[in-house]
Every structure is written in structure tokens, then in C-alpha cells.
């Protein structure tokens, strides 16, 4: 009978503990679903909202681009027929300083509206050329050179903002490094960050890496030759003809690597020859490098009697090469990225 009893109670108990246990159960499914039924519309809305949000940035922009790119087009249209037609109509009057004025003032309004889509170097080129020829006439009236003289610095001024400006937007995001040349040497300039990064000596000591100088990047003492990683740009620069608005170079790009910080491989690819202008305007003249970056340069200053010149290297991301709004379309995508983040 104790026995019976015993195994009765026993039922009884585990009984009870299931019955508990199904009793706390339904509890959890019953306020797991009320926090569900708040929860999922909620994360539902925040996810509706953030896409939502993201869809009138794309609107915005997209409209906005639409808009812009029409304006535009007809201003690009109206100034250039009025810069070409009005002096072919002229083609057979002898050229004046309110002429060169005015091809001056529309170059002016050309780079300032429309310096991403158009390169405008053959333009400044052409009236600087016309420029030349009308003080080669009139060299023997000084009033006359003296105003074809202004008209040069002029037009020098011009297409020096306007490259000035580009510089400023593309060094955002990247590199410039200012240097000088002497006819028949090279400088080896580099197209990367150095900071941490060190060179050996002949004698195979560590010295800092210098982001220029005035040897060929050949003359690198490398310990060990092989390439570690993919590698980084810099550039020998020569210096091989001197004009008043020009100068001709030749450029070798090469391939630096490092190891636990330290140059030890450097590489030479096929060098190029071209010509660096006052004109040059870095959104259009510039140079693909190895690993998707870009550089260009920029003639600042020229010494023909010296045979020298002042060269700046501006480097920079090639997903930015001539397009004025990708840098700033980025930066919407990395706002919109934050504030979901945050939310």
C-alpha cells in the first residue's frame, strides 16, 4: 500500500512539473507574439522609411542631374556657336584687342561652366598662338606689344584658376607634390603616401622615404627583390625641351613595393613623352597609372634661359577623372550609409 501510495505521489509531482512547464510555456509564446506583433512593424516601417528615403535622395539627384545636364546643353550650344561663328565671320579682319578680349572672356565662361565635360587646351592654344602672331607684328610699336603682353597674362590667368580649381577639387582626395626641373636630369617623384615608410642607403641602412628626389627612382638600394605586395606609383620626371608656354618631358613610371614597411622591389614600365602646358587641365589631361590611379601635371612656372621649369603633380582616384558630381554623389551614398547605421 506505502508503495503504491509512494509511486502515486511521485506521478502526481511530475505531473504537476509538466504541467507548469507548459503553463510557462504558453506565457513565453504568448508575450513573444505581443512583442512580435510591435516589433516586426516597427523594424517593417524603419526599413520602409530608410528605402523611402533613399528613394527621394535618388529622385532628387536624378532630377536634379536632368535639369542641370539641359541648362547645360543649350549654354554649351550658345556659347560655343557664338565663340566659333563670330570669329569665322571676322576670319578676314585683322585681329584687335577687343577681339582677343572677347575670346578671352568666353574661354572664361567655357572653363567656369563646362571644365568636367571639355577640354578646352586647343581653344587657349589657338588665341595664344594669334597672340604671338600679333606681337611678332607689332613688335616695333611699344604700346601695341606691350597690350598683346597683358592679353598673354591674361589668358594665362584664366586657364591657371581653372586648373587651379580642378587641383583643389582632385587633391580632396588625393596627392600633390610641387617640384622642380633642369633640362637633361630626373626627379623621381612618388605617387603615394610615405609616411612610416623607409629606404636602404647604399650601405643598406634605413633612412626615411622622401616623397621626392632628385635622382631617377632606379637608384633605390633594394635588399631583397621581390615584389610583396601590389605595389605603389611614382614616376621619374625629365626634363627634355623648354618653350615659353610649354615644356616637353619624358616620364617613366615604376612600380615600388615594400616589406614590413621597407622599399624592396622597384620596377621601370615603358616611359612616354608629352608635352605640359599652362594649359594643361588636369580633368582631362591626365595619365592612368597601374593601379587604377591617375595623375596629371601642371606647369606653374617656365625659365627658358635657364632651361627649368616648376612642375606640380596632382594624383588622384580614377573614379573621379572628369566628372565634377561623383565626388559629392559618394558622399550621399556614405550619408544615407550612417544614418542607417544609426538607425
Same mark, same amino acid.
Given at each position: 500500500?506505502a508503495? /503504491?501510495?509512494?509511486? &502515486?505521489?511521485?506521478?502526481?509531482g511530475?505531473? %504537476? ?16 507574439v ?22 527621394v535622395?535618388m ?15 543649350e549654354?554649351?550650344?550658345?556659347? =560655343? ?7 569665322? %565671320? ?26 568636367e ?5 586647343p581653344?587657349?592654344e ?12 607689332? *613688335?616695333? %610699336? ?6 598683346? /603682353? ?6 594665362f590667368?584664366?586657364? &591657371? ?9 582632385l587633391?580632396?582626395?588625393?596627392l600633390?607634390r ?11 617623384i ?15 641602412? *634605413? ?18 627583390s621581390?615584389?610583396?605586395? &601590389? /605595389? ?7 626634363l ?12 617613366t ?19 612616354i613623352?608629352?608635352?605640359?602646358s599652362?594649359?594643361? =587641365? ?8 597601374? %593601379? ?16 627649368a621649369?616648376?612642375?606640380?603633380a ?10 565634377r558630381?561623383?565626388?559629392?554623389f ?9 544614418? /542607417?547605421?544609426?538607425?
Amino acid at each position: 500500500m506505502a508503495e /503504491g501510495r509512494e509511486r &502515486k505521489e511521485a506521478k502526481t509531482g511530475e505531473r %504537476d512539473r509538466w504541467e507548469k512547464l507548459e503553463s510557462f510555456a504558453k506565457i513565453v509564446a504568448a508575450v513573444g507574439v505581443s512583442i512580435g506583433s510591435i516589433l516586426i512593424p516597427y523594424i517593417i516601417g524603419k526599413t520602409s522609411e530608410q528605402s523611402d528615403r533613399a528613394k527621394v535622395y535618388m529622385q532628387v539627384m536624378s532630377e536634379r542631374e536632368k535639369a542641370d545636364t539641359a541648362i547645360r546643353q543649350e549654354m554649351f550650344k550658345t556659347l =560655343l556657336t557664338n565663340y566659333l561663328g563670330r570669329f569665322e %565671320d571676322n576670319k578676314n579682319a585683322t585681329e584687335n584687342e577687343e577681339s582677343f578680349r572677347k575670346r578671352i572672356m568666353f574661354l572664361n565662361l567655357l572653363t567656369l561652366n563646362f571644365q568636367e565635360y571639355l577640354n578646352a587646351r586647343p581653344l587657349f592654344e589657338d588665341v595664344y598662338s594669334r597672340l604671338e602672331k600679333a606681337e611678332e607684328r607689332d *613688335k616695333k %610699336d611699344g604700346k601695341a606689344y606691350r597690350i598683346w /603682353g597683358e592679353l598673354q597674362k591674361d589668358l594665362f590667368r584664366v586657364a &591657371k584658376n581653372a586648373a587651379s580649381s580642378q587641383s583643389a577639387m582632385l587633391t580632396h582626395s588625393g596627392l600633390s607634390r610641387t617640384f622642380n626641373l633642369a633640362k637633361g636630369k630626373a626627379v623621381c617623384i612618388r605617387l603615394y603616401p610615405v609616411d612610416n615608410l623607409v629606404e636602404l642607403t647604399d650601405k643598406f641602412e *634605413k633612412q626615411p622615404l622622401l616623397d621626392r628626389k632628385t635622382e631617377s627612382c632606379s637608384d633605390a638600394s633594394v635588399q631583397d627583390s621581390q615584389r610583396m605586395d &601590389k /605595389g605603389s606609383p611614382a614616376i621619374d620626371v625629365e626634363l627634355e625641351e623648354v618653350n615659353e608656354a610649354a615644356v616637353r618631358v619624358k616620364v617613366t613610371p615604376y612600380q615600388e613595393s615594400f616589406r614590413n614597411g621597407t622599399l624592396n622591389f622597384v620596377r621601370a614600365l615603358k616611359p612616354i613623352k608629352f608635352e605640359v602646358s599652362f594649359f594643361d =587641365l588636369p580633368y582631362m589631361d591626365n595619365t592612368r597609372l597601374f %593601379d587604377g590611379s591617375r595623375f596629371a601635371l601642371l606647369l606653374s612656372h617656365v625659365n627658358k634661359k635657364e632651361e627649368a621649369a616648376e612642375i606640380n603633380a596632382i594624383i588622384f582616384k580614377g573614379e573621379f577623372m572628369s566628372l565634377r558630381d561623383r565626388p559629392f554623389f559618394e558622399e550621399m551614398l556614405q550619408k544615407l550609409n550612417q544614418e /542607417g547605421k544609426s538607425n
